[in-house]
């Protein structure tokens, strides 16, 4: 190390309450050791190397000009296995060429593709819905989001096997991102056990021993047999896709499937799980989180839903049918989104773990430092706000500021910003705007003066801590759209 390379300032906290700082109310501990420390500290944590959170400007502008060579990805402190070979745990050019597999299937056109299909399966949620019934907004919208998975990741919308695809994702997926499973990595460090839950997965998969998908003597017992279950399901379609060998699949498992790498060969089997199981976690469990949060503003903000709810009905006017395209991209509804992920970003920060001593702002860090742009922090800082930081207030989005990649990060940036961020804003965007117009909600959070609930961590992103539950009090029938807001 060299000796002039240095930690910023550390809390006396023992590694395991810091641990448990990033656990339930992250957002108050990080405030916390803001308000103690300034801008960048250093926090610790069992089983792995110090960790540098950051919302300072000039270490965030050069964190994003880090070139790949200079820190490893392969040191992520993720404790759920999904793969070690999944693009986000790749340097250099193995990340780089990962991403150009995977960018395809979410670029422009696919979105336009996609967007009609979303907007049914939209729709056919909010047509189940009945007065009188309460739903907790993170998960009936994971459970959209699931569905909407299965279609992107498996082109299907229906059926049995759909069926069983999306209990297994979902079992996995909260089994794997539980509240003791993240304990077990915050405590022993979450890369050491992400690596033992996949060595443990690949010895029972190679075994062909499925599991009976129960709880047991070990906690990480069940997690590890849907595991299994699922990637042999993802493994048995891979091998009827290379048997079809259909160039006209555009869905993400049989584009990755059919493709080849530099030799002629097909990719591994384990390599396509490992990316399914990964757009799996980051479209879950990032769509659950921002949509919680989005969901609070909207009920403290009756006029920004009004807003909302004319916006669609002038587009639905001017188009004269329902067009998922053009209400996925109207400006006010967009601005609403990136309000509400500014003040409440789902991810607080993300991460590169350097190789080597590195200067970045003020700081000279040793190497093995994780550092992080402190997203939650960086979104409320008034220098780049204004006084109003605090204040939901959508509108700043359309008064000609703009801001920039250091300055507005929800999805991470640089050369590892989330391949997926176009897909779940998309989303996000279409279920909000059918929420706002048909249905009426009824919450705790009506209260626009009232605070906001506790934040805790869930599947490595922030979520109220208690849900969001919400009581349907009316739903407008789907036909509304083809009436003029004057009638």
Same mark, same amino acid.
């Given at each position: 190390?060299?000796?002039?390379?240095?930690?910023?300032?550390?809390?006396?906290?023992?590694?395991?309450?810091?641990?448990?700082?990033?656990?339930?109310?992250?957002?108050?501990?990080?405030?916390?050791?803001?308000?103690?420390?300034?801008? *960048?500290?250093?926090?610790?944590?069992?089983?792995?190397?110090?960790?540098?959170?950051?919302?300072?400007?000039?270490?965030?502008?050069?964190?994003?000009?880090?070139?790949?060579?200079? &820190?490893?990805?392969?040191?992520?402190?993720?404790?759920?296995?999904?793969?070690?070979?999944?693009?986000?745990?790749?340097?250099?050019?193995?990340?780089?060429?990962?991403?150009?597999?995977?960018?395809?299937?979410?670029?422009?056109?696919?979105?336009?593709?996609?967007?009609?299909?979303?907007?049914?399966?939209?729709?056919?949620?909010?047509?189940?819905? !009945?007065?009188?019934?309460?739903?907790?907004?993170?998960?009936?919208?994971?459970?959209?989001?699931?569905?909407?998975?299965?279609?992107?990741?498996?082109?299907?919308?229906?059926?049995?096997?759909?069926?069983?695809?999306?209990?297994?994702?979902?079992?996995?997926?909260?089994?794997?991102?539980?509240?003791?499973?993240?304990?077990?990595?915050?405590?022993?460090?979450?890369?050491?056990?992400?690596?033992?839950?996949?060595?443990?997965?690949?010895?029972?998969?190679?075994?062909?021993?499925?599991?009976?998908?129960?709880?047991?003597?070990?906690?990480?017992?069940?997690?590890?047999?849907?595991?299994?279950?699922?990637?042999?399901?993802?493994?048995?379609?891979?091998?009827?896709?290379?048997?079809?060998?259909?160039?006209?699949?555009?869905?993400?498992?049989?584009?990755?499937?059919?493709?080849?790498?530099?030799?002629?060969?097909?990719?591994?089997?384990?390599?396509?799980?490992?990316?399914?199981?990964?757009?799996?976690?980051?479209?879950?469990?990032?769509?659950?989180?921002?949509?919680?949060? /989005? /969901?609070?503003?909207?009920?403290?903000?009756?006029?920004?839903?009004?807003?909302?709810?004319?916006?669609?009905?002038?587009?639905?006017?001017?188009?004269?049918? &329902?067009?998922?395209?053009?209400?996925?991209?109207?400006?006010?509804?967009?601005?609403?989104?990136?309000?509400?992920?500014?003040? *409440?970003?789902?991810?607080?920060?993300?991460?590169?773990?350097?190789?080597?001593?590195?200067?970045?702002?003020?700081?000279?860090?040793?190497?093995?430092?994780?550092?992080?742009?402190?997203? &939650?922090?960086?979104?409320?800082?008034?220098?780049?706000?204004?006084?109003?930081?605090?204040? &939901?207030?959508?509108?700043?989005?359309?008064?000609?500021?703009?801001?920039?990649?250091?300055?507005?990060?929800?999805?991470?940036?640089?050369?590892?910003?989330?391949?997926?961020?176009?897909?779940?804003?998309?989303?996000?965007?279409?279920?909000?705007?059918?929420?706002?117009?048909?249905?009426?909600?009824? *919450?705790?959070?009506?209260?626009?003066?009232?605070?906001?609930?506790?934040?805790?961590?869930?599947?490595?992103?922030?979520?109220?801590?208690?849900?969001?539950?919400? !009581?349907?009090?009316?739903?407008?029938?789907?036909?509304?759209?083809?009436?003029?807001?004057?009638?």
């Amino acid at each position: 190390m060299n000796a002039e390379a240095k930690l910023p300032p550390i809390p006396k906290d023992s590694k395991i309450k810091q641990a448990l700082g990033l656990g339930i109310g992250i957002w108050d501990y990080m405030e916390a050791n803001q308000k103690k420390f300034g801008d *960048t500290f250093t926090l610790t944590l069992p089983g792995q190397g110090p960790m540098v959170w950051s919302c300072n400007q000039a270490l965030i502008k050069d964190v994003l000009r880090l070139k790949e060579s200079q &820190y490893d990805a392969s040191l992520v402190q993720l404790p759920v296995d999904i793969g070690e070979n999944n693009t986000v745990f790749l340097n250099e050019k193995q990340h780089q060429d990962a991403r150009k597999l995977i960018i395809p299937s979410f670029n422009a056109k696919r979105l336009k593709d996609r967007a009609h299909v979303m907007h049914e399966i939209i729709t056919r949620h909010v047509d189940g819905f !009945r007065p009188g019934q309460e739903h907790n907004i993170p998960r009936l919208v994971g459970d959209m989001t699931l569905d909407v998975i299965c279609f992107t990741l498996l082109n299907l919308t229906e059926g049995e096997r759909k069926d069983r695809y999306k209990d297994l994702m979902l079992s996995w997926l909260l089994e794997s991102c539980s509240d003791t499973m993240f304990t077990i990595g915050a405590m022993v460090g979450a890369r050491g056990f992400r690596k033992f839950l996949h060595k443990r997965y690949r010895k029972q998969a190679a075994a062909g021993k499925m599991g009976n998908g129960k709880k047991g003597i070990l906690p990480w017992k069940r997690a590890v047999d849907l595991k299994v279950q699922l990637a042999e399901m993802l493994r048995e379609d891979i091998r009827a896709i290379r048997e079809r060998n259909n160039e006209d699949e555009v869905h993400v498992l049989s584009v990755l499937a059919r493709t080849k790498d530099a030799d002629g060969r097909y990719l591994d089997e384990e390599r396509i799980i490992a990316e399914a199981t990964g757009l799996l976690i980051a479209g879950h469990e990032t769509s659950a989180a921002t949509s919680a949060w /989005f /969901f609070i503003w909207l009920q403290k903000n009756p006029r920004v839903v009004k807003k909302i709810r004319d916006e669609v009905e002038a587009c639905i006017q001017e188009e004269g049918r &329902y067009d998922a395209i053009k209400v996925s991209e109207l400006p006010y509804l967009t601005a609403c989104l990136n309000e509400s992920q500014r003040l *409440t970003p789902s991810a607080v920060g993300f991460i590169r773990w350097l190789r080597e001593d590195t200067k970045l702002g003020d700081h000279y860090l040793p190497a093995g430092t994780a550092v992080l742009p402190n997203v &939650y922090l960086t979104h409320r800082d008034p220098a780049i706000y204004g006084d109003d930081v605090l204040e &939901y207030r959508p509108e700043r989005w359309q008064e000609g500021k703009k801001y920039g990649p250091s300055e507005f990060l929800p999805f991470g940036g640089g050369a590892r910003a989330c391949v997926g961020m176009n897909q779940g804003r998309q989303q996000l965007k279409l279920i909000v705007a059918e929420f706002c117009r048909r249905v009426v909600w009824k *919450t705790e959070f009506d209260d626009p003066n009232g605070p906001l609930p506790r934040s805790r961590m869930i599947g490595g992103q922030t979520e109220p801590e208690k849900g969001v539950m919400a !009581r349907v009090v009316s739903v407008a029938p789907y036909e509304v759209e083809a009436q003029s807001s004057a009638a």
